[in-house]
């Protein structure tokens, strides 16, 4: 351990990505979903109508916390090239003569473009214009009705509303989109600073020792003797990013820490293995590092958070079962979400111990490589 | 040596350095597969659903029906009680719960007015939306069913009935992405980014290599250098974004409305600064591996600030001054426009005015850092 730190101390790079490299990842992406609930997102109206009514509907759009009414336009076509270059994403285009066709009950339509290539800002708008222009019909509906006389507010009210609906989201009860993708995306963040620091890890003693010095005899044990100190400090850093979500930010949190610092043990075991791996394949860290990035780069894609896993076709099922973190973040979920017991969460682990099947390799190769120089020397020696 | 041998050289040693290749076109080709395989279904379909009917008449069958008809949402479980599907929903049988009231046909029927209860997981944002949709949907037809059938009983047509049912009339128009894919939304962007990680990686790793030893490139001075790499990488990487922008944005069925000649124009200077950018990184890095170290960890920040994930309206304002700095923000910005809105090409002159800064400024210090490591050896 203390050799280890000597050479830390030479490597400024290794010992940056260590320490303040991964506070700094997860800090920024915090920082740019801190303000956790989308609000008021830019729309634009076409007014044709400039009547009390149309008026008032777009006091009910700007009224919405998702939107924000930030221009008026004279017709589509002005509306529409804001749109292209996303200083609005949606316009409302409120039709011609739009009062007097409400008086004449003849059911004038209201469109909305909304911009539908960002999809998560598509949906939110959609909702809350469906949510705005139902309340605006709601109100013209009571009144109506109220006006016809012979009725009380109450049953005009229900008039108006027959079947109302009412939304309970389970497990993440503010819809706050800071929680749900943060603590999906900070496992993924450190699941490749796993890979690539074992990969500089191995790269540094390699370049110290020479792969002889530091490996002959009893490899396994002596790997094992190299990567453990850093194998706590990644636990260290696991236990710090769930330190900071659940017990500092205070984000709701159903199961037991130690569940899921087991999971994590078995991720960080994992990824080093997938590390160790792609290192002594070519002891070459370049090529290393390549495979690296190809492996866990797009993670989080396959981590069934944005997209659900049970719509993923069976190839990008097989490439989600060879990453860690995807194991590790169904724990994470079963815990933090849902509080299922640790028996039931710990049968999720078990397809880590495929990954015994990439450590029998890196045996091989290490022994291959210790082979090849052995033989090397030999002919040195002998000429 | 005149140019047409150092072109040649250079090609040379570009395609004899294995991690360059496996980089450049290993990865370049590998990701345009990889990365929308999770999306290759487009949008979720079909959530499972267990409804809790209460009220076990007509109506309600027929809600029921009409849940299991949308395309988002399909009953799998019929539970007698709110605990029993509460227990199948944490046992992930199904994503969402659905509960219709007792009375519900009959306060229907009295024209008071009943509430239908909708539950789903809302760590899963797009299945919990895609559920949520479904239900809206079918109570909202559910509901204008109903108004319409009492202004039938109040003795008013059909015709009539069905056009005045409610004061306006909503009409929702997803703009640019009409299907609402996934892939539609993710591939536009993130191609964009592979193409300057991967440059960066390429131009990085060719100088992080060529340092440690000698060869043409040490006659040459570090501007003449610069000048080399950048004309035959960003040469190479014209096809690879080619490759990109055509036959695979096609084989993905992405849309490609931008103009051919304006996306080639606009590609000039981001491929310029990603390549300046990764000549930096080469230059300050002592090890060549690095280079691929910085740009891993940077991708996952980068791709979370450039706006199109979370609006840049909700992004702190110094998050979005540092992403400016990178040639991916104003690029995905700027292609996404182009390709998939229909932006004109006047409408993105401030993204395109923002590229050629940064390739004046990362040049710039490309040229520095360069210089500096040449004298150092």
Known sequence: MVSQWQLLKKDRWLLSCLT??????????????????????????????????????????????????????????????????????????????FDKSIYRSEQPKVTTFYNSQMILVGRLINSAIVQAQSTFNAQLDVVKTLSGGNTTALTAMSQAAPIRTQVTPLFNKNTNYAQFLVSAIVPAIWQISIVVCTILILA??????????????????????????????????????????????????????????????????????????????TLDPARGMS??????????????????????????????????????????????SYGVNSFDSFKLLWPMFGYSVPFVLCVLLIKKHLAAELSNRGDHELA | MNWLKL???????????????????????????LYPLPYSQQTPREQTLSVVNLDKSKTSYQLERMVDATPQVKVTRRDTSIEEA??????????????????????????????????????????????????????????????????????????????????????????????????????????????????????????????????YWSQLSSLQLILL??????????????????????MHGVNTIGDPFELLTLLLPFLLSACFIGLWLGAITPRRELVTLVVLLSSMPLIFSAGFIWPVESIPQPVVWLSSLFPSTPAIQGFLALNQMGAEWRQIAPQWTLLWVQAGIWFLIAWYQVEKSKTEQ
């Open chain 1, 291 to 336: 495979f690296a990035a190809a492996y866990t780069a797009p993670s989080f894609a396959f981590m069934g958070i944005t997209f659900p896993t049970s719509d993923m076709n069976t190839l990008a099922q097989i490439w989600r079962s060879l990453l860690p973190v995807s194991h590790y973040i169904d724990i994470q979920v079963s815990q933090v």
């Open chain 1, 204 to 281: 540094m003693n390699h370049r110290q020792y020479g792969l002889n010095r530091w490996l002959t005899q009893r490899p396994i044990k002596k790997l094992i003797h190299t990567l453990t100190p850093y194998a706590a400090l990644f636990a260290l850093q696991g236990t710090a990013f769930l330190v900071w979500f659940y017990l500092l930010l205070q984000w709701p949190m159903q199961g037991q820490f130690f569940t899921i610092i087991v999971a994590q043990w078995f991720t960080i075991i994992a990824c080093m293995i997938m590390g160790g791996l792609f290192f002594f394949l």
């Open chain 1, 20 to 97: 303040w490299i991964p506070i700094v990842l997860v800090i920024t992406i915090w920082w740019v979903f801190s303000q956790a609930i989308v609000r008021e997102l830019p729309i634009g109206i076409v007014d044709l109508s400039h009547s009390q009514l149309s008026r008032k509907l777009t006091t009910e759009f700007d009224a919405t916390s998702t939107l924000s009414v930030s221009g008026h336009y004279q017709n589509v076509a002005q509306a529409s090239e804001a749109m292209r270059i996303s200083d609005i994403y949606a316009y409302v285009v409120i039709p011609r003569n």
């Open chain 2, 229 to 250: 790499r950048t004309l035959v990488l960003v040469g190479i990487y014209y096809f690879l974004s080619m490759y990109y922008f055509g036959a695979s944005f096609a």
């Open chain 2, 7 to 33: 072109l040649i050289e250079e090609l040379k040693s570009i395609f004899s350095n294995p991690v360059v290749v496996l980089t450049v076109f290993g990865g370049v080709v590998f990701y345009s597969f």
């Open chain 2, 86 to 215: 509460k227990q199948a929903f944490l046992n992930q049988q199904v994503s969402g719960i659905l509960v219709i009231p007792v009375n519900f046909y009959k306060d229907i029927q009295l024209g008071k007015s009943t509430t239908l209860a909708y539950a789903g997981d809302a760590s899963y944002f797009l299945v919990y939306g895609t559920l949520v949709e479904g239900l809206a949907q079918a109570g909202g037809t559910l509901a204008a069913k109903t108004k319409v059938a009492r202004l039938i009983v109040d003795g008013k047509p059909l015709e009539y009935a069905s056009q005045h049912y409610t004061p306006t009339e909503q009409n929702l128009k997803p703009t640019f992405n009409p299907r609402m894919g996934y892939i539609d939304y993710v591939v536009p962007a993130v191609f964009v980014l592979i193409l300057q990680q991967t440059m960066v990686i390429a131009s990085g790793m060719m100088l992080g290599t060529q340092k440690h030893y000698r060869g």
